[in-house]
Structures are given as structure tokens and as C-alpha cells.
């Protein structure tokens, strides 16, 4: 197993498009989380999920934003009608149980033109 | 409403010296704390971790210190090597929602030769 790992690594879009990012977890983690980290800050909150169900969403994650994770291996993060402030790098990460420090991905860096 | 601050945004020291960064947070339900290190283009690694039940956890050249009372915690490097120059991120976690880490802004390290 090499990590987590995201895709794609770069997206340019432009405003009003729709976006969808990949995360593969480490196979034997059954917790997935999702990050926004924009410049100058760290990374803030948006969702995670316990195998497939989706147990906490930040107010972060406005109606544009969905996330799913179908069969509990890896997930999706879409973001309709992009707007430049979506603009950011998004991290997953995954952890074996509660309370375990995570394993991030590379990111995925999203701009809106 | 910034709970996890990191005042100081970049720190420069000399090879083989001490490296002290600094974290401060304001929600006293925080009890697990944890250090990230992020270098350009990757997610954030995992360096060390501390429970609000100690005071100190050392790992190799990586110790975290907390004071509970001033709600202050440190990470020393000592010796600095050239390899540590990154961003390092302070994070905590409250007592009940494990999953969801608050990070700090980040502290660029920069080690000289």
C-alpha cells in the first residue's frame, strides 16, 4: 500500500463548472476525511466518514458541495457551479480507528478561473 | 474564531541548534493534541502527538511539551537538521469528536547551514 492517494493533483476550471475529485484511502482504514486548506491558513474540516456512512458535515460544506464514499474503500468530493473561492487545495486522510493521528493524501489544488 | 494559533508565521535557526515552535489554543475541551510537517506539493506527515493527561512526549529529536494551565504547547527540535525546513501545523482534537482536528496557521521553519 503506498498511502492515500488523490486525483487528480491539479484541476483548472472555470467558474459555474462542475468538479469531482478521487481519494483512495489505505485499504485497511475505515476512516475517510476530507480537508480544505486555502493560502496562508491550515487546513480546515469539511466532512468524514466511518466506512460508508458520512458522520459529520462542517457548515464549510455548502449545498454545492457533496462527498460520497459508496462502498467504503474510496471516495468522491464533488463541487457544483465552482465559484473562485472554491479555489484551495483539498485534502483527504485516512485513519485505522478514532483518535489516531491521520495519514494525509498530496492534495488535490483546485482553481476557478 | 481562530481556536488553534501559531502567532509566529516563519522561524529561522542554524544547523544542529534548538527549533522551538510554539502553539497556543483557546477551547478547553481540546485533550489530544498533534504536530504536522508539511513540505511543498505533499499533504501533511504526522510527526508527534501529546494527550492532555501528560506534559511531555518525546520521539527521537522531536519533543512536545504542554502546559495545560497557559493552554500553550511547544515542539522542540533538537539537533535542527536542513531536512526539517517546512511548514509545521499544530492540531488539536476535543474530548468526544476525536475526528475532527482544528490546525493552526502553520509556522515556516527554514534550518541554515
Known amino acids: 500500500d503506498t498511502g492515500v492517494s488523490q486525483d487528480p493533483r491539479h484541476k483548472i476550471t472555470k467558474r459555474g463548472q462542475n468538479v469531482t475529485f478521487r481519494c483512495d484511502p489505505i485499504s485497511e482504514h475505515n476512516r475517510l476525511y476530507w480537508y480544505r486548506q486555502t493560502l496562508g491558513q491550515g487546513p480546515e474540516f469539511l466532512t468524514y466518514f466511518q466506512n460508508e456512512a458520512q458522520l459529520e458535515k462542517s457548515r464549510l460544506l455548502s449545498d454545492r458541495f457533496s462527498a460520497e464514499r459508496p462502498k467504503g474503500s474510496f471516495s468522491t468530493l464533488e463541487i457544483q457551479r465552482t465559484e473562485q473561492g472554491d479555489s484551495a487545495m483539498y485534502l483527504c486522510a485516512s485513519s485505522p480507528q478514532e483518535g489516531y493521528g491521520y495519514t494525509f493524501g498530496s492534495g488535490t489544488r483546485l482553481t476557478v478561473v | 474564531d481562530q481556536q488553534v494559533k501559531q502567532n509566529s508565521p516563519s522561524l529561522s535557526v542554524q544547523e544542529g541548534r534548538i527549533s522551538i515552535l510554539n502553539c497556543d489554543y483557546t477551547n478547553s475541551m481540546f485533550d489530544y493534541f498533534l504536530w504536522y510537517k508539511k513540505y511543498p506539493a505533499e499533504g501533511p506527515t504526522f510527526l508527534i502527538s501529546?494527550?492532555?493527561?501528560?506534559d511531555k512526549n518525546e520521539d527521537g529529536r522531536f519533543t512536545v511539551f504542554l502546559n495545560k494551565s497557559a493552554k500553550h504547547l511547544s515542539l522542540h527540535i533538537v539537533p535542527s537538521q536542513p531536512g526539517d525546513s517546512a511548514v509545521y501545523f499544530c492540531a488539536a482534537s476535543a474530548y468526544g469528536d476525536t475526528d475532527k482536528l482544528i490546525f493552526g496557521t502553520g509556522t515556516r521553519l527554514q534550518v541554515f547551514p
Open positions: 501529546i494527550s492532555s493527561i501528560k
